[in-house]
């Protein structure tokens, strides 16, 4: 009974491993878009006064 609650808490723990630490990759990822974007953005807004 223990060995099989174990078991399950180990897959679970796994589980969430992935899962979070992929999404936490996805999350730092979209915020290097959303940088880049916005230094495009003040970029392109500057050459395009001068």
């Known amino acids: 009974m223990f060995l099989i609650i174990a ?13 979070f630490h992929t999404a936490g990759f996805l ?7 959303a940088v880049i974007s916005i230094i495009f953005h003040f970029l392109r807004g500057r050459s395009s006064t001068a």
Do not use: K, R, Y
Request: avoid cysteine; charge should be neutral; proline fraction near 0%.
């Open 7 to 19: 078991l399950v808490l180990f897959l679970a723990w796994i589980g969430g491993f992935v899962v």
């Open 27 to 33: 999350i730092h990822v979209l915020l290097l878009f």
